[in-house]
């Protein structure tokens, strides 16, 4: 597989482009971000999710996940443990640390296949554990759980969201143009939580 | 059975803390945010999940955050009951109302008074039964068998079912309002296989729990059996894992739970591809044998990929194949391979 003259795969920019157009603070259920410092690897997953209708945002380097996660908010991400500057577990640290990014699930896609990692992976809170080489169908499988899992929550809570909003909020959801998660913020507070 | 229901969910004795709830896995952290929005409001929930998963745990909760916490929790497992026994089980019966009726009984609802009901296997219930089911939420008010007039109740309703009751509904062995009434909130109780970073804490929190029980040793898991555990499907989900833990630590006499002691089935699942063995074992809903025969080409594969660093063409020979049909069958099986090349 080719690598572009600066290492990184070409679809990155483009999709960064995408994702600036359209700020999400809730998770868009069909975007994964794919976190590895090998180029190949980003490509096969990317094409693999492609294929599956998923939609694959990448990512070059832990540093590289964090930036575009200030502007893109994926289902799931996959991320591989050994990369330099950065590795996978103080990636994990620094998303799990922070509230807006916390609750994303972490699908640790590696070669290290030590009861070691595992642990330390499960104490920082990923997802899953997948040892390379994986086959393609037990890596969807996994992702396509955690997506699933997502969208029964969005469902619960959707059907909550519902119940307890107030009648008079109303026609502030109807505004337009307005980011979906501020209408929440707002009729959260009006609720009084 | 219904009055040991009733005692175990009136004493105090609700099992400290929820165990089906204890995890850090993203999908377990927001349900447990939703249970506590979902209990403050009255409304029906309607909990799924695969067997053992915890759905009478959430149930709990949800009735341990409302406002009827301090009154009845009533769970009722409505396939444990005989059919022709669960209409007066749950709605009480007047005297003589049935040859043996020989006192009137207030039936279950009626024990849940000011509290929450948990109907658990609702799917289970007979239709017959669905229909005055849906009477007493329409009206809430319930009819004891033989009575005249019906009785005030106010119950909260929670049910849970680890059928897909939308099916049963279209195959019309649910009732389609009925499913709508109960299903206000439906909340999704994940199976363990999808949040498996959560069985290292529930591994600890179960033996440490047996530990006080049995008030004298520490026990511990060894990280290979761990990895292990990691690996397993868990089909029996977190009531397995519990089960599992309790017979190893009955029945062992070292402090430590070690990868031989796991039963077979759970130590064939770690694999150094991280895939599982196919087991031949075979029951009543049969297997896809060329989907076993693919797994198992799948991870000799991938074993042999592992051992030659990536090399197709030694890959092949070790495996005894021509690289030509060592390549054909890679792209079939669909290995990622270490280097990303398919």
């Known amino acids: 597989m080719r690598r572009n003259s600066d290492g990184r795969a070409g679809v990155t920019v483009k999709t960064l482009a995408a994702a600036r157009r359209k700020p999400l603070t809730r998770p868009a259920v069909r975007r994964v971000m794919v976190v590895d410092d090998d180029p190949d690897v980003r490509k096969v997953l990317a094409l693999l999710l492609k294929s599956s209708g998923l939609n694959a945002i990448e990512a070059s380097s832990g540093a590289h996940c964090l930036k575009l996660l200030a502007s893109t908010r994926p289902a799931v991400i996959l991320l591989d443990l050994m990369m330099p500057e950065m590795d996978g577990f103080e990636v994990c640290q620094a998303l799990k640390r922070d509230p807006t990014t916390a609750e994303i699930p972490i699908i640790v896609v590696t070669a290290r296949d030590d009861s070691l990692s595992r642990m330390r992976a499960a104490r920082l809170g990923v997802s899953d554990f997948l040892v390379k080489p994986v086959s393609k169908e037990r890596l969807l499988n996994r992702v396509r759980a955690q997506i699933e899992l997502l969208e029964t929550m969005n469902r619960t809570q959707a059907a909550i969201d519902r119940l307890t909003a107030a009648p008079q909020v109303s026609p502030l959801v109807k505004e337009r143009g307005r980011p979906r998660a501020r209408v929440q913020r707002a009729r959260g507070s009006l609720q009084g939580g | ?342």
């Open chain 2, 1 to 342: 059975m219904t009055a040991a229901s009733i005692e175990s969910a009136e004493g105090a004795g609700l099992p400290g803390a929820p165990i089906g709830l204890i995890g850090n896995h993203p999908s377990i952290v927001r349900l447990r945010e939703l249970i506590g929005r979902v209990a403050a409001t009255d409304s029906t929930v309607l909990i799924g999940g695969e067997s053992g998963v915890g759905k009478e745990v959430v149930a709990r909760a949800i009735h341990a955050g409302s406002p009827r916490a301090s009154k009845p929790f009533v769970p009722v497992n409505c396939a444990a009951i005989p059919h022709e026994m669960l209409e007066s089980e749950m709605f009480g019966h007047e005297r003589g109302a049935f040859t043996g009726a020989v006192a009137p009984r207030q039936g279950l609802f009626g024990a849940a008074h000011g509290g929450t009901i948990f109907l658990d296997e609702v799917g289970e219930m007979p239709l017959a039964l669905q229909a005055k089911l849906l009477r007493v939420l329409e009206d809430r008010e319930v009819r004891p068998l033989g009575a005249n007039r019906g009785v005030r109740v106010d119950v909260r309703v929670t049910a849970a079912s680890n059928r897909d009751l939308a099916r049963a509904v279209r195959e019309k062995t649910f009732r389609e309002d009925l499913f709508y009434r109960l299903q206000v909130v439906p909340i999704t109780v994940p199976s363990l296989r999808e949040r498996r970073s959560d069985i290292p804490m529930l591994v600890e929190y179960f033996l440490e729990r047996l530990r006080t029980r049995q008030g004298r040793r520490n026990w511990s898991v060894t990280e290979e059996a761990m990895a292990s555990l990691w690996a397993y499907d868990w089909p029996g989900n977190v009531r397995e894992l519990e089960n599992l833990l309790e017979r190893l630590t009955v029945l062992s006499d070292r402090d430590e739970i070690d990868v031989e002691q796991l039963p077979e089935v759970i130590r064939a699942g770690i694999h150094p591809a991280g895939d599982s063995r196919p087991s031949v074992a075979l029951d009543e809903r049969g297997v896809d044998l060329s989907a076993v025969i693919r797994n198992l080409e799948g991870r000799y594969i991938n074993e042999a990929l592992k051992r030659t660093g990536g090399n197709k063409q030694a890959a092949a020979r070790l495996l005894g194949l021509k690289r030509t049909t060592f390549s054909a069958k890679l792209r079939r099986c669909g290995v990622i391979a270490m280097d990303g090349r398919a």
